[in-house]
């Protein structure tokens, strides 16, 4: 007889459980005394699973004999081939006095070997069953597979910006599944903390192993942000495993352009009315030597030098020339300075700048004699450095003394700089101090103590390394 492809399994069990109880009824007497005769009817699961996640399988039991009482007990399992024997994998054991239909959550183990599988169902003989030949049932097949998050593009993003500026450009990271082959990865991507300045897009996708990787963009909006650093932190996340992640740290930087006196500085006034600006620090009596030329365009670069509170220390306009002219200014106080560019009677083009500091005395290297100030028996020598300064210092007594020579050094602001592990003391009396880092641009003092009497001299001998540029800097 030709089975109708198109009955259902529901038709199929409802015939079999009514034929099962005709057949009881009709046997009387005679089938209450037989022996039970439990059967697998049906063993059905997915036909995709993830090692190591839990699926729901549905499997069918019916009694064909006599009735029994307590428990029965089966496994659901994977078979590798098409026969159920002692081999196959364990997913489920069950033990159930409930004949019929039972939903069993069935774990995928988290070593086993991806590849495809058969769903299978084998139920313990009874004590008192004699026919066992039915009691196992082979299912669907089942496609077992891993899932391996994979992000590529950096290891890390950084994002820099001016305030008031552009956008930072857009950066794009890859999201791959490195799992079993057709496998499919959901991932999530979260940002923690929140990061109203970053938007990331597709927060949530997928990708398929040994397909194309997911594409995911990052943008920025440094709109109403200060001067600073912003930073988050992107969690990839494999939806189905969580603990499979990846973080990837994401700083934006808000700032301005800085230079090094010393440095050449690269730009273009490529629009009517734009100006460029960079920022730089000087100590009191520097002076700034400046190199310009305007090699494209028409451009006639007008350089201007302001304060920090934005007055104007000078001002030069140049001819559009690929000579390089050379102007100095002298600054009058130790601090941030701006240098701008724009263009005379509506030029444009690009222009090269090249930076020069002639420093002050006091911030090189020098050596003077000391004596204390008058009642007093100490002294003090001030000096000026750029942020980022190195010290070495000498004091030794220029005549003999009947005590040994104290020196600190106090920095900017009245701070005491630490001397630790920089500070030996010489056989002669006096002390030395060795690679003190001069952290802040300004004034710093180096107090002398030890002096016996006013006529008693200190040969102090600074050497000062100061923190030059020479690098190229490109202006917005």
């Known amino acids: 007889m030709k089975l109708d492809t198109k009955r259902s399994l529901t038709t199929i069990l409802l015939r079999a459980l009514l034929g099962a109880a005709l057949l009881s009824v009709a046997r009387g007497a005679e089938a209450a005394e037989a022996a039970p005769d439990v059967l697998a009817l049906s063993v059905q699961g997915p036909t995709q699973a993830l090692v190591g996640s839990t699926v729901s399988v549905n499997t069918i039991v019916i009694n064909l004999g006599g009735a029994f009482s307590g428990d029965y007990t089966f496994d659901v399992l994977l078979s590798a081939d098409t026969t159920v024997d002692e081999g196959d994998i364990v997913t489920a054991s069950v033990s159930s006095a409930v004949l019929g239909s039972l939903t069993v959550a069935c774990a995928i183990p988290a070593d086993l070997t991806p590849g495809v599988y058969n769903w299978a169902m084998r139920i313990d003989p009874l004590a008192s069953e004699a026919e066992t030949h039915n009691n196992s049932i082979l299912g669907g097949p089942v496609e077992v597979f891993v899932v391996d998050l994979q992000v590529s593009g950096a290891a890390a993003v950084n994002a820099a910006a001016l305030v008031g500026g552009d956008d930072p450009d857009s950066f794009a990271l890859e999201v791959s599944n490195a799992g079993s082959a057709d496998g499919i990865l959901i991932f999530t991507v979260t940002e923690y903390p929140e990061a109203s300045w970053l938007t990331v897009n597709p927060s949530t996708s997928f990708a398929v192993a040994g397909g194309s990787p997911q594409r995911v963009t990052l943008s920025f909006d440094i709109a109403g942000l200060a001067a600073g650093e912003w930073a988050t932190q992107l969690i990839f996340l494999n939806y189905q495993d969580p603990t499979d992640y990846v973080i990837i740290p994401v700083t934006l930087t808000i700032g301005e352009v800085t230079f090094l006196p010393g440095d050449d500085l690269l730009g273009e006034i490529d629009s009517l009315g734009k100006t460029s600006e960079a920022l730089f620090t000087a100590v009191e009596g520097m002076k700034l030597r400046i190199k310009v030329s305007s090699d494209t365009g028409n451009l006639k670069p007008v350089v201007s030098i302001l304060d920090a509170d934005g007055t104007v220390i000078r001002t030069w306009e140049f001819q559009h020339s690929s000579k390089q002219v050379k102007k100095t200014v002298k600054l009058p106080a130790t601090g941030v300075y701006r240098l701008r560019v724009a263009g005379a009677e509506d030029s444009i083009g690009t222009y090269r700048i090249v930076t020069k500091a002639i420093l002050p005395s006091r911030a090189q290297s020098f050596t003077e004699k000391v004596k204390p100030a008058a009642g007093t028996t100490t002294a003090t020598v001030a000096l000026l450095s750029l942020a980022g300064g190195l010290l070495d210092v000498k004091a030794t007594p220029a005549n003999k003394f009947s005590a040994e020579v ?47 009497g006013d006529d008693e001299k200190v040969k102090v001998k600074v050497e000062l390394e100061q923190v030059l540029g020479d690098t190229t800097v490109l202006l917005p």
Do not use: C, K, S, W
């Open 406 to 452: 104290d020196l600190a050094v106090t920095a900017p602001g009245g701070a005491p700089v630490d001397m630790t592990g920089h500070e030996i003391r010489l056989d002669n009396g006096g002390v030395q101090a060795t690679g003190l880092a001069l952290n802040d641009a300004g004034e710093y003092v180096l107090n002398i103590a030890g002096f016996g």
